[in-house]
């Protein structure tokens, strides 16, 4: 079966860092880049990083460059998101998802996401 | 980064009925766009790729248009399955950008 399946999430203060991963299956992973996209409740959907098959090069958005690092071991099938002075305004449900190149770069296949809560 | 404004934020429909949601680029982005329709509680779901590729299972009534700045997702024939929030996404560039969603209701 095809899945991504995402962990690490939980309640964290203000200013701590917290780790989430992101595990796939019944895919080839590492032909692919990977995303995390984050959606905070009630909120509309905001992509947050990104990065290649090879982990050649990686993005971010403004709203996280600088504090959040995505990295990925292939050997492992797993995405990860190192998040470091966590804001509440991180506060959302974390996914990741699949770049597929041939389908156009498109997301088509998503975890179900892993809460993130930053709160004192 | 690129803007995607999308309208409207919300529409009210009933089965049957033709829907149309735009999708408008703040710089050309050639066909870079997908179109994802997302359900309470969910996973987000890719349904159109390449602006008018729809992807695979999702049913022919969904239907997607456009080129350079300004996009259409069209759904021909509203469903009971088909209340939802849509997003445009734009995939020609780094940062990504969605649209900021459309909510259909009854």
């Known amino acids: 079966e095809v899945q991504l399946v995402e962990s690490g999430g939980g309640l964290v203060q203000p200013g701590r860092s917290l780790r989430l991963s992101c595990e796939a299956s019944g895919f080839i992973f590492d032909d692919d880049a990977m995303e995390w996209v984050r959606q905070a409740p009630g909120k509309g959907l905001e992509w947050v990083s990104g990065i290649s098959w090879n982990r050649g090069s990686t993005a971010y958005a403004d709203s996280v460059k600088g504090r959040f690092t995505i990295s990925r071991d292939n050997a492992k099938n797993s995405l990860y998101l190192q998040m470091n002075s966590l804001r509440p305004e991180d506060t959302a449900l974390y996914y990741c998802a699949r770049q597929h190149k041939v389908l156009h770069d498109a997301f088509d296949i998503w975890g179900q996401g892993t809460m993130v809560t930053v709160s004192s | 980064a690129i803007q995607m404004t999308q309208s409207p934020s919300s529409l009210s429909a009933s089965v049957g009925d033709r829907v149309t949601i735009t999708c408008r680029a703040s710089q050309g982005i050639r066909n870079d766009l997908g179109w994802y329709q997302q359900k309470p509680g969910k996973a987000p779901k890719l349904l159109i790729y390449?602006?008018?590729s729809l992807h695979s299972g999702v049913p022919p009534r969904f239907s997607g248009s456009g080129s350079g700045t300004d996009f259409t997702l069209t759904i021909s024939s509203l469903q009971a399955e088909d209340f939802a929030t849509y997003y445009c996404l734009q995939d020609y560039t780094y940062p990504r950008t969605f649209g900021q969603g459309t909510k259909v209701e009854i």
């Open positions: 390449a602006a008018s």
